[in-house]
C-alpha cells in the first residue's frame, strides 16, 4: 500500500514538474478536483483524442462525428432521467465538518473484511508451504466464511435501502457498524440526503426571465437530441454510429485521485444504434473492440479487466467497465452499456417528437436500441501516464527517470540536440528543426551538457533525441538516440523522417488494434 502511494505521489509530482498537469488556479490555492493541462499535457490529451477519433470516426465508414454544445434546452435532463436521479447519498461528519458519499463509507467498512480474509490467506499459505490450497482454502475456512458473509450482508443491506430510497436505513447501517470519520475518528453523523450531481446554472439577462439550465452531466444526451438529424443529412443506415468528444460536469461530492475524478472532465463518447433484437451482439462486439483499442497503446493485457455490472442503472440491459490497474487499485476506465431504447423513448415522449427509423430491410419504423462506449479523457490520460513513470537502474549503477510514453501519442517526437552551442552546430540543428516541423512535434534543446539533456528529454517522454556533432558537418549524418532503449545509431539527416514516422505513425499503431 505504502508503495503504490509512493508510486501515485509520484505521479502527481512529475505530471506537474514536466508541465503536464498543474492544479487550477494555483496562485490562488487551487479549485479542488479541478486541474489544467500544461504544455505536455495538453499534445498528450490532444495526441489520445486523436487516436480515439480515428479508430471510431475514420476507420469506421457507419460511425461520423458530432460537436454539440454543452448548454441544452433543460428538459432534456428531464427525460433524461438526471434532474430526478442523479444523486449520490451524502452524509456529513457533524465534528470534522467533512462530507462523505455514504455508500462509499459503507462500502469501504465492508472491504475491510475482504482485507482481513486476505490475512488469512497469507497466513494460511505460510503455514501450510506448497501443499497449501488457496480455493479450497478459500471455500471451507470458517473464519474466511464468516468474513464474506459478513461483508456480503452489509452490502446487501445498501443495496436494498438505497433501491428503495430508505435513507434512514443507510444512516441506521452506518451507526450499526460504527462506522467513524475517518479523518476525526468521530461518529457523529447528519443524515443522508441525496445530492444532485449536475451543476446549474442561468441563462438570460434578467433574474426574473433566466432559464435554469445545467452544464451537461455527460456528452450523450447531445448525441440522443440530434439522432434523427445525423442520420437524415448523413443517410444512414442502421446500424450507425455518432462519436464525440467534449466537456463534462459533475459536482461529485468526494473528488480525490487527482484527475482521477474531476467535477470538469472530458468524455469520448459513441452512441451505436441497432435493430432491437440485436443489441446483446453488438454490445459484445464494442466490448472486444474496446479492449483491443486500449491494448494496441501496448500498456499490457495485466492492466486491465472486465467488471461486468450486477446491479444495472435504470436505463440498461447489459454494463460492464474495462477496469485499468490505476497506482491506487483497479478501477473504472471505460464503460460499455447497453442503452436500450430506454433515451430515444424518454426524448420521443417529452418532445412529442418522433425518433424512429424506417427500416427497409425489414420494412418497419422502430425506436433503435443504442449500445453507447464512453471512455474518460482524463482517466486514460492518468491511466497512460502512470503507466509510463518508470524509474530505472542503470548498468553504471545509476538511476534514470524515464517517461514510457506510447510513441504515438508523445508530445514531442523528437529533440534536437546541437552537442554545443558554437561552431555552427546550432545552425544545423535548427535547420533539421525546420525539416521536420511540418511532419512532427519536434523541440530544440541546446542548454546544458547532452548527457543532462538526454536525461531531461528521457524525464519528457521524447521517444527520439537527435544529436547534431562535428562530423555532422562533414557528412550530414546525426546520432539517433531511442528513449527505450538507449540505443544510439548513426543515420543521414534525410533518414530521419521516415525513422521517426515508423514510430510514431498512427495509423501503424491503430492497426494494432483490429
Ligand atoms: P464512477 O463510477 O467512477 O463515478 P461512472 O460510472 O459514473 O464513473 P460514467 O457515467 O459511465 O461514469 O461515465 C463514463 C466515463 O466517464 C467513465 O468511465 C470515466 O472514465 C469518465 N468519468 C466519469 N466521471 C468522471 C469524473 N468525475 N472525472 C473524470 N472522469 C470521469
Given at each position: 500500500?505504502?508503495?503504490?502511494?509512493?508510486?501515485?505521489?509520484?505521479?502527481?509530482?512529475?505530471?506537474?514538474?514536466?508541465?503536464?498537469?498543474?492544479?487550477?488556479?494555483?496562485?490562488?490555492?487551487?479549485?479542488?478536483?479541478?486541474?489544467?493541462?500544461?504544455?505536455?499535457?495538453?499534445?498528450?490529451?490532444?495526441?489520445?483524442?486523436?487516436?480515439?477519433?480515428?479508430?471510431?470516426?475514420?476507420?469506421?465508414?457507419?460511425?461520423?462525428?458530432l460537436?454539440a454544445?454543452?448548454?441544452?434546452?433543460?428538459?432534456?435532463?428531464?427525460?433524461?432521467?438526471?434532474?430526478?436521479?442523479?444523486?449520490?447519498?451524502?452524509?456529513?461528519?457533524?465534528?470534522?465538518?467533512?462530507?462523505?458519499?455514504?455508500?462509499?463509507?459503507?462500502?469501504?467498512?465492508?472491504?475491510?473484511?475482504?482485507?482481513?480474509?486476505?490475512?488469512?490467506?497469507?497466513?494460511?499459505?505460510?503455514?501450510?508451504?506448497?501443499?497449501?490450497?488457496?480455493?479450497?482454502?478459500?471455500?471451507?475456512?470458517?473464519?474466511?466464511?464468516?468474513?464474506?458473509?459478513?461483508?456480503?450482508?452489509?452490502?446487501?443491506?445498501?443495496?436494498?435501502?438505497?433501491?428503495?430510497?430508505?435513507?434512514?436505513?443507510?444512516?441506521?447501517?452506518?451507526?450499526?457498524?460504527?462506522?467513524?470519520?475517518?479523518?476525526?475518528?468521530?461518529?457523529?453523523?447528519?443524515?443522508?440526503?441525496?445530492?444532485?450531481?449536475?451543476?446549474?446554472?442561468?441563462?438570460?439577462?434578467?433574474?426574473?426571465?433566466?432559464?435554469?439550465?445545467?452544464?451537461?452531466?455527460?456528452?450523450?444526451?447531445g448525441i440522443?437530441v440530434n439522432f434523427?438529424n445525423v442520420?437524415?443529412?448523413?443517410?444512414?443506415?442502421?446500424?450507425?454510429?455518432i462519436?464525440?468528444?467534449?466537456?463534462?460536469?459533475?459536482?461529485?461530492?468526494?473528488?480525490?485521485?487527482?484527475?482521477?475524478?474531476?467535477?470538469?472532465?472530458?468524455?469520448?463518447?459513441?452512441?451505436?444504434?441497432?435493430?432491437?433484437?440485436?443489441?446483446?451482439?453488438?454490445?459484445?462486439?464494442?466490448?472486444?473492440?474496446?479492449?483491443?483499442?486500449?491494448?494496441?497503446?501496448?500498456?499490457?493485457?495485466?492492466?486491465?479487466?472486465?467488471?461486468?455490472?450486477?446491479?444495472?442503472?435504470?436505463?440498461?440491459?447489459?454494463?460492464?467497465?474495462?477496469?485499468?490497474?490505476?497506482?491506487?487499485?483497479?478501477?473504472?476506465?471505460?464503460?460499455?452499456?447497453?442503452?436500450?431504447?430506454?433515451?430515444?423513448?424518454?426524448?420521443?415522449?417529452?418532445?412529442?417528437?418522433?425518433?424512429?427509423?424506417?427500416?427497409?430491410?425489414?420494412?418497419?419504423?422502430?425506436?433503435?436500441?443504442?449500445?453507447?462506449?464512453?471512455?474518460?479523457?482524463?482517466?486514460?490520460?492518468?491511466?497512460?501516464?502512470?503507466?509510463?513513470?518508470?524509474?530505472?537502474?542503470?548498468?553504471?549503477?545509476?538511476?534514470?527517470?524515464?517517461?514510457?510514453?506510447?510513441?504515438?501519442?508523445?508530445?514531442?517526437?523528437?529533440?534536437?540536440?546541437?552537442?554545443?552551442?558554437?561552431?555552427?552546430?546550432?545552425?544545423?540543428?535548427?535547420?533539421?528543426?525546420?525539416?521536420?516541423?511540418?511532419?512532427?512535434?519536434?523541440?530544440?534543446?541546446?542548454?546544458?551538457?547532452?548527457?543532462?539533456?538526454?536525461?531531461?528529454?528521457?524525464?519528457?517522454?521524447?521517444?527520439?533525441?537527435?544529436?547534431?556533432?562535428?562530423?555532422?558537418?562533414?557528412?550530414?549524418?546525426?546520432?539517433?538516440?531511442?528513449?527505450?532503449?538507449?540505443?544510439?545509431?548513426?543515420?543521414?539527416?534525410?533518414?530521419?523522417?521516415?525513422?521517426?514516422?515508423?514510430?510514431?505513425?498512427?495509423?501503424?499503431?491503430?492497426?494494432?488494434?483490429?
Amino acid at each position: 500500500m505504502a508503495n503504490q502511494e509512493d508510486q501515485f505521489k509520484k505521479v502527481l509530482s512529475h505530471a506537474k514538474e514536466y508541465g503536464y498537469v498543474f492544479q487550477s488556479s494555483e496562485i490562488y490555492d487551487g479549485l479542488s478536483a479541478v486541474y489544467d493541462y500544461a504544455q505536455n499535457g495538453v499534445e498528450l490529451k490532444k495526441n489520445l483524442r486523436e487516436y480515439w477519433w480515428k479508430a471510431m470516426v475514420q476507420m469506421h465508414d457507419n460511425i461520423v462525428g458530432l460537436d454539440a454544445a454543452i448548454f441544452m434546452h433543460p428538459t432534456t435532463w428531464k427525460a433524461s432521467g438526471h434532474v430526478d436521479a442523479f444523486n449520490d447519498p451524502l452524509i456529513d461528519n457533524k465534528d470534522s465538518k467533512k462530507r462523505y458519499r455514504a455508500d462509499v463509507l459503507i462500502e469501504d467498512f465492508a472491504e475491510k473484511f475482504e482485507d482481513k480474509v486476505q490475512k488469512e490467506v497469507k497466513k494460511a499459505a505460510k503455514r501450510f508451504g506448497d501443499a497449501f490450497d488457496e480455493a479450497q482454502f478459500l471455500s471451507t475456512n470458517p473464519r474466511v466464511l464468516d468474513y464474506r458473509a459478513k461483508k456480503e450482508e452489509i452490502l446487501t443491506r445498501m443495496g436494498k435501502s438505497l433501491e428503495a430510497e430508505d435513507l434512514a436505513d443507510v444512516k441506521a447501517q452506518i451507526e450499526e457498524l460504527g462506522i467513524a470519520c475517518p479523518l476525526s475518528g468521530s461518529k457523529n453523523w447528519t443524515d443522508v440526503k441525496q445530492f444532485n450531481l449536475m451543476f446549474g446554472t442561468k441563462l438570460g439577462a434578467s433574474a426574473e426571465h433566466a432559464t435554469d439550465l445545467y452544464l451537461r452531466p455527460e456528452t450523450a444526451q447531445g448525441i440522443f437530441v440530434n439522432f434523427l438529424n445525423v442520420q437524415k443529412t448523413g443517410r444512414m443506415k442502421i446500424p450507425f454510429g455518432i462519436a464525440q468528444t467534449g466537456k463534462a460536469f459533475r459536482n461529485e461530492i468526494v473528488a480525490r485521485q487527482f484527475i482521477f475524478r474531476q467535477r470538469e472532465f472530458e468524455q469520448m463518447e459513441m452512441q451505436f444504434f441497432v435493430r432491437p433484437g440485436t443489441q446483446k451482439e453488438w454490445y459484445e462486439t464494442w466490448k472486444e473492440s474496446r479492449l483491443k483499442w486500449h491494448l494496441s497503446l501496448g500498456l499490457g493485457m495485466e492492466n486491465y479487466r472486465f467488471h461486468d455490472h450486477d446491479k444495472l442503472a435504470h436505463y440498461a440491459d447489459a454494463a460492464a467497465d474495462i477496469e485499468f490497474k490505476f497506482p491506487f487499485g483497479f478501477k473504472e476506465l471505460e464503460g460499455i452499456h447497453s442503452r436500450t431504447d430506454f433515451d430515444l423513448k424518454a426524448h420521443e415522449e417529452y418532445s412529442g417528437k418522433k425518433l424512429q427509423y424506417f427500416d427497409n430491410e425489414i420494412n418497419k419504423s422502430y425506436v433503435p436500441y443504442v449500445v453507447e462506449t464512453s471512455v474518460g479523457l482524463d482517466r486514460l490520460f492518468l491511466a497512460v501516464f502512470s503507466n509510463a513513470l518508470q524509474e530505472e537502474e542503470l548498468e553504471d549503477g545509476n538511476t534514470r527517470t524515464v517517461l514510457k510514453l506510447p510513441a504515438v501519442v508523445a508530445p514531442n517526437k523528437a529533440a534536437i540536440l546541437p552537442l554545443v552551442k558554437k561552431d555552427g552546430l546550432p545552425e544545423i540543428a535548427k535547420e533539421i528543426f525546420d525539416q521536420l516541423k511540418f511532419d512532427f512535434n519536434v523541440t530544440y534543446d541546446e542548454k546544458d551538457a547532452i548527457g543532462r539533456r538526454y536525461r531531461r528529454q528521457d524525464a519528457n517522454g521524447t521517444p527520439f533525441c537527435i544529436a547534431v556533432d562535428y562530423e555532422t558537418k562533414e557528412d550530414n549524418s546525426v546520432t539517433i538516440r531511442h528513449r527505450d532503449t538507449m540505443e544510439q545509431k548513426r543515420v543521414k539527416i534525410s533518414e530521419l523522417k521516415s525513422i521517426i514516422d515508423a514510430e510514431v505513425n498512427m495509423g501503424v499503431w491503430l492497426s494494432k488494434a483490429k
